[in-house]
């Protein structure tokens, strides 16, 4: 049920960035003439926002009930999309798609967080890829439903898109809540029947292989703790990020997560349709086509590709996804020599795509939490969407800056290149968990494993992601 209502939420947050991002460049430097040089501040700014944002709230999420860090993140997103409505200024604008950014990535990873407290090693897959699928239908729901409404010619144009966000944040936060009230309730209900057999309260396993949840906080408790509970202090007192990155496998999946990145997210939005546009020649309603075929195929085939899946490794399903890339920007490189079906394989160039999304989204986050170190499953999951951000943002300058300086041929050999990359990373990946197995049951099929005591078993199938 929380793991439902987690879904929902999640699906219903992402209204806002279908509702406002797609409009808020043509609306700052169109409608409200304040130029380009704003436009493209306010897209940095969010990006800067959630750059800050997710590592910070990921160890918030570690040390604190990550469903109140989820909420009042969301609140302040909802807070920060709403003062858009009253900004007549560009600094105004400027700070309030800051703010926007803020709470949107801040939510991320303690969402995170809640999907691996709220399912068992049974279906966290299942849970991960549906959020994903929900998010997907959220922002084109959004996107669709502002379309209608929005007038780009008028002033206040977008300001029902700004509410639109604002109430979906706020909805989503009180879902969450509800959510996690069900959860301390439940955890109540089992100390209460612990106690009835004169027993100690049993701490919950329903973080499955990644841990128990801490009754005081509901935050993850990693299932290697020191002796009293708690997370380890040494590792708390040295670096985070060298903590974080400390063991080959980690660092290897910081690399496949930064070239997966860059190889379809950092130019979905705009590089891809600037090849299309101004290489290939395309109308420009073939991306709006283009991007609907995605989200098709991704609502069409996610349940499928879980269940075929679910029994393999996610090193293996990584270099898979990598592979898809590398073969979806073959085929675009090839479209550019046949100009009478340029348009129709570069619509099947985002199906393509899809499918590895479909692979990615259920197995990179599981992975990332059961490589954290303990006590760091948060803050570990909010770096690794921030180096996801940081790239991701890139994207679109790298793009720029080649495609209009006429260098095609270095685009595509480049993206190519970064997709054998993650294949290769994927590989390492693999490698490192042989030669050194986490102390963490990585089989999802295995049942949950008990908070302490834990026995060490050789990993073998590691799990996850979110699209950022």
Request: aromatic content about 8%.
């Amino acid at each position: 049920m929380r793991a439902r209502l987690l879904i929902l939420a999640s699906a219903i947050g992402s209204l806002g960035w279908g509702a406002v991002l797609p409009y808020q460049y043509a609306y700052a430097a169109d409608t409200r003439d304040w130029g380009a040089l704003v436009a493209a501040g306010a897209s940095s700014l969010f990006s800067i926002g959630a750059l800050v944002a997710a590592p910070l709230a990921g160890r918030l999420a570690d040390r604190f009930d990550p469903v109140r860090v989820a909420v009042i993140a969301q609140l302040l997103g909802a807070a920060g999309v709403a003062s858009l409505v009253f900004a007549d200024v560009p600094a105004v604008f400027l700070a309030g798609m800051l703010v926007f950014g803020l709470g949107l990535s801040a939510a991320v990873p303690a969402k995170q967080v809640l999907a691996l407290n709220w399912s068992s090693s049974d279906d966290r897959r299942k849970v991960f890829a549906y959020k994903f699928t929900g998010e997907a239908l959220g922002m084109a729901a959004g996107a669709f439903l502002a379309g209608l409404v929005v007038d780009l010619d008028r002033a206040d144009g977008l300001d029902v898109g700004f509410m639109m966000a604002a109430g979906g944040f706020v909805l989503s936060s009180a879902i969450i809540a509800l959510a996690g009230r069900l959860s301390f309730a439940g955890r109540l209900a089992g100390g209460a029947r612990a106690a009835a057999v004169g027993g100690p309260a049993s701490v919950s396993t329903a973080t499955g292989s990644f841990g128990a949840i801490d009754a005081a906080t509901g935050a993850i408790a990693a299932v290697d703790l020191d002796g009293d509970g708690h997370a380890d202090g040494a590792a708390r007192s040295r670096g985070a990020l060298r903590v974080i990155f400390a063991q080959p496998a980690m660092r290897w999946t910081a690399v496949v997560t930064i070239a997966l990145a860059l190889g379809f997210y950092a130019q979905f939005e705009s590089g891809l349709p600037a090849y299309g546009i101004t290489v290939l020649d395309v109308d420009p309603s073939a991306i709006g086509l283009a991007a609907a075929i995605n989200c098709l195929v991704i609502v069409a085939l996610q349940v499928i590709v879980v269940k075929l899946t679910a029994k393999r490794s996610a090193p293996a399903l990584l270099m898979a996804v990598g592979s898809i890339w590398v073969v979806s920007w073959l085929i675009l490189s090839a479209a550019q020599f046949s100009p009478g079906i340029a348009t129709a394989l570069f619509v099947t160039t985002y199906g393509i795509f899809a499918v590895g999304e479909t692979i990615y989204s259920p197995v990179l986050n599981p992975l990332t939490a059961q490589l954290a170190p303990k006590g760091m499953v948060g803050q570990t999951l909010g770096t690794i969407a921030a180096l996801q951000t940081a790239f991701s943002a890139a994207g679109p300058l790298v793009a720029g800056v080649l495609l209009g300086a006429g260098l095609t041929d270095v685009f595509l050999g480049m993206h190519v290149a970064v997709s054998a990359l993650a294949v290769f990373a994927a590989w390492r990946i693999k490698k490192a968990l042989e030669r050194e197995p986490v102390a963490v049951a990585v089989d999802e099929s295995a049942a949950p494993v008990e908070p302490a005591n834990v026995r060490e078993e050789p990993p073998t199938t590691p799990v996850d992601l979110v699209r950022a």
